[in-house]
Nanobody, 116 residues
Framework: QVQVVESGGGLVQAGGSLRLSCVASTGRISIRDMGWYRRAPGDERELVARFTADGSTRYADSVKGRFNISRNKARNTVYLQMDSLKPEDTGVYYC??????????WGQGTQVTVSS
């Protein structure tokens, strides 16, 4: 069964921290890379941080120095450590999984709310 499940969202005050987790089940299809996107109210979904196929990482300029993406490849898991959170980080965070067949998978999203 193909499944992508996020967890770890919640409500936090500005300056606080949250850690998101994403576990992917893709059956026999190998994962190429994984990452995190978010959608703020009224905005388009945007990249937050991701791994690329060669193992390097990409971050949105707005989160550099505050967020850190990590992974456990053996467990098909990716994490997003979010520190020094700001109200503008509020949104639904989605895990994205790209597999070697060229397909993309998305989780259902987890809400992150940062109060001022």
């Amino acid at each position: 069964q193909v499944q992508v499940v996020e967890s770890g969202g919640g409500l936090v005050q500005a300056g606080g921290s949250l850690r998101l987790s994403c576990v992917a089940s893709t059956g026999r299809i190998s994962i190429r890379d994984m990452g995190w996107y978010r959608r703020a109210p009224g905005d388009e979904r945007e990249l937050v941080a991701r791994f690329t196929a060669d193992g390097s990482t990409r971050y949105a300029d707005s989160v550099k120095g505050r967020f850190n993406i990590s992974r456990n490849k053996a467990r098909n898991t990716v994490y997003l450590q979010m520190d020094s959170l700001k109200p503008e980080d509020t949104g639904v965070y989605y895990c994205n999984v790209r597999v070697w067949t060229g397909d993309e998978l998305w989780g259902q999203g987890t809400q992150v709310t940062v109060s001022s």
